[in-house]
């Protein structure tokens, strides 16, 4: 804040969030500290590259005006992200009740015996604000860890324990969602293992009971045969 006994000026630096090919703005605050009108000017060593509104105006005895500079969309950035422009604000008193039409170039003419205080306002460039980023570092966009199950029903444990760090990595709010997942996962993959293994079961206790029906058969065929080949052989005993 400048220490002029007219006007208190915030900030003395202009700092821009700077970048390329965008329109910024950012605003100074003018307070009156005396219980005079009094009339303020802006000029840029640049006039071409900022925009500022209003350039000229009044301050109200013991009141705030609120200017806002607008640097116009640059197309490359400077070296060093250093910014060489400047910006210089007038100030004098003015008859009471005057108005931004009474502001002329001739108020803050010093040859005519006018007091101007002027404040000299650097240009400073800041890198923008950078969003928060929606996935946790480590994992991909869209992708959440992944636990599968073996044949028999049991988790593959170096996936479980990927699952596991990266787990322990989300906030609060995502580790619920994320435990529930795991958790739908692990059951349907144990309820499809268990399945599976049910099925096989049943399919080698038929095995084993055509085995036992296929074996059953062939006995009694084989018996019924030496049967019939021992009442042969007794009728053609009998009859020689």
Do not use: W
Not at 94 to 100: H, L
Not at 111 to 127: D, I, M, Q, T
Not at 169 to 191: D, M, Y
């Amino acid at each position: 804040m400048s220490t002029g006994e007219l006007l208190s000026i915030e900030p003395l630096e202009l700092k821009f969030p700077f970048e390329l090919k965008k329109q910024i703005s950012c605003s100074l605050q003018l307070s009156n500290k005396t219980d005079s009108y009094v009339a303020f000017k802006v000029k840029t060593t640049n006039p071409k590259k900022y925009c500022v509104r209003p350039n000229t105006g009044v301050v109200l005895p013991r009141s705030t005006c609120h200017v806002i500079v607008t640097m116009q969309a640059q197309k490359e950035a400077p070296p060093d992200m250093q910014c060489k422009d400047k910006f210089l604000l007038q100030s004098v008193k003015t008859n009471d009740g005057a108005t931004t039409k009474d502001v002329t170039p001739e108020v803050f003419n010093k040859e005519a015996g006018h007091v101007v205080e002027e404040c000299k306002l650097r240009v400073v460039y800041v890198a923008p604000p950078q969003p928060p980023s929606p996935v946790p570092e480590g994992s991909e966009e869209g992708s959440s860890p992944r636990v599968s199950a073996t044949e028999n029903g049991n988790v593959n444990i170096s996936e479980f324990s990927n699952a596991a760090k990266a787990f322990t990595e989300l906030e609060p709010q995502e580790r619920s969602a994320e435990a529930r997942s795991l958790i739908l996962k692990l059951t349907e993959e144990k309820n499809k293992a268990n399945q599976q293994s049910n099925r096989l079961r049943q399919e080698l206790e038929l095995l084993k009971r055509q085995g036992s029906k296929s074996r059953g058969g062939v006995s009694i065929l084989y018996v019924i045969i030496i049967g019939l080949i021992g009442l042969l052989l007794g009728y053609l005993m009998k009859k020689s």
